[in-house]
């Protein structure tokens, strides 16, 4: 059974100002962009949507943005007036990328009905919809929340799904980077992949910033050989662009999916963890 948590810009916009939806700009960007999310989101955002910082909303450590504890979590969405009984529209400035991890940040710790924008600020500023500035602020709430710790995954974890063929491992990052010829955007980082792990670029679920059918998603795992009867994991550089692929996955209703959220952050920065090179 397949599920789609997508909605239309021209649905966001009949429903802006319906007081059980909540919108999220989720916007967060490669450390060699050199860009400031938070700052694009104060210059311009749409009506009424918080901002949900990915880096600060997080669980503190060596390694970038992982998944933060239910105190931090409870906290961040309570002072950002996020509820679990409301709609959540989640969208980013790149059509889709880093708001997959918020939709799957907050589905894990058991928000219900999330959904991402289709094709993001992008779409909304060609649909010719407005937009403003500053702040917003809605009302701070109690939030109760816990992780389904069954949708992370450790290098442990993985480690040993390389190793036994447990699970299907994917890799969100580009051919280049998988093969170990292109440089990661992080410095210190050993090139190439996980033993056993399968290359699947994010960029391949996407058509101008939009999330494929489901008929062309179903097409482009099947293509992949994955065995259905295993979970799959999903890794990419630091555990954001992962999220697209559980997403894709979501929609053709595969359900049993965890995400390597240390990533190959972690793992390529591990050396007693085994890489394989193609170049």
């Keep these: 059974m397949s599920t789609r948590p997508i909605v239309s810009v021209d649905w966001l916009q009949s429903h802006l100002n319906d007081s059980a939806v909540c919108i999220v700009d989720a916007s967060w960007h490669l450390p060699t962009e050199k860009r400031d999310p938070q700052a694009e989101y104060l210059q311009s955002h749409i009506p009424g949507a918080v901002f949900f910082d990915i880096d600060a909303i997080s669980n503190p450590s060596d390694l970038p943005h992982m998944v933060p504890t239910a105190e931090v979590f ?69 939030v109760e929340a816990s992780l389904d710790e069954t949708a992370v995954v450790s290098a442990a974890d993985v480690l040993n ?27 210190g980082l050993r090139g190439g992949h996980i033993p056993g792990s399968k290359c699947l670029p994010f960029t391949t679920l996407l058509n101008d910033g939009k999330l494929k059918s489901n008929d062309e998603l179903k097409a482009i795992f099947t293509a992949l050989n994955l065995a259905t009867d295993k979970p799959v994991y999903t890794s990419c550089g630091s555990g954001v662009t992962a999220a697209v692929l559980t997403l894709g996955l979501h929609c053709i209703g595969t359900s049993n999916t965890a995400l390597y959220d240390g990533s190959w952050t972690e793992w390529g920065g591990r050396e007693d963890l085994p890489v394989v090179k193609n170049g």
């Design 161 to 187: 799904a390389s190793g036994s063929g447990a699970a299907e491992i994917l890799d969100a990052r580009s051919q280049g980077r998988f093969d170990g010829v292109d440089p990661e955007p992080r410095k």
């Design 74 to 142: 409870t906290a961040a969405v309570g002072k950002l007036g996020l509820q679990k009984n409301n709609t959540v529209i989640v969208y980013d400035t790149k059509g889709l990328f880093s708001a997959a991890r918020v939709w799957w940040t907050l589905s894990v710790f058991g928000f219900g009905n999330v959904k991402i924008l289709d094709g993001g600020l992008p779409a909304w500023e060609k649909a010719g919809f407005e937009l403003e500035s500053g702040e917003v602020n809605r009302e701070p709430i109690v």
